[in-house]
């Protein structure tokens, strides 16, 4: 499946976010990207503001819109909030586990070792980013890629306690997610109901 990769300092300055983690460019230039970037004064429409933050979304998970609009008909089909569901799908995609657990810097870079079969659910290897992880699940290193340097930096310092839905174990490198996430644990700023509303027209 195709995904961005373009200059992804131009899309945080698009939203004045660093949605990809720390960006330089972006603390220079906290403006659009463009030749008339810093001067624009146009007044988004509502549709606009919305599309806005489903494209934030996408790009923050790293989701193509195939797929991100399966994840939102999954959401609806659940009941309860359909925004903080869709969500909590989102957060509980392999790759994202990944990140938030450390082992890789980046989103991007996790999507990676998933993809390239450094990474275990339960004991057996998972190649499929998207691959949902339920509550109990041990997500690992792969043992004979436990001492890749690019896993090592990464995990190095790397603050376990502020994701309180995983529990870390550092000395088989694994960790398991307790729970799904409630929204006020979710730390992306993402106006979920907005996706909501522009996906209800």
Not at 71 to 91: D, F, N
Not at 107 to 121: D, E, K
Not at 159 to 180: C, F, Q, R, T
Request: net charge positive.
């Amino acid at each position: 499946m195709a995904r961005y990769i373009g200059p992804k300092s131009k899309i945080a300055r698009k939203f004045g976010e660093p949605i990809f983690g720390p960006d330089k460019v972006l603390a220079k230039k906290n403006y659009p990207p463009g030749q008339h970037g810093s001067n624009r004064r146009k007044k988004t429409s509502e549709y606009g503001i919305q599309l806005r933050e489903k494209q934030k979304a996408k790009y923050t998970y790293g989701v193509l819109e195939r797929q991100f609009r399966r994840m939102y008909e999954k959401a609806q089909s659940q009941p309860g909030v359909t925004g903080v569901i869709l969500l909590q799908l989102l957060e509980c995609r392999l790759d994202n586990i990944v990140y938030r657990m450390g082992i890789s810097p980046t989103r991007a870079g996790a999507r990676q070792l998933v993809s390239h079969r450094h990474i275990t659910v339960d004991g057996q290897v998972v190649n499929i980013p998207s691959y949902n992880v339920r509550p109990g699940q041990i997500v690992a290193v792969r043992e004979k890629d436990k001492s890749m340097k690019i896993i090592t930096e990464s995990l190095s310092g790397f603050n376990h306690s502020k994701y309180p839905w995983i529990e870390w174990d550092s000395a088989s490198l694994s960790g398991k997610l307790i729970h799904v996430p409630d929204r006020e644990e979710i730390p992306e700023n993402i106006k979920e109901q907005l996706i909501v509303e522009l996906y209800s027209k």
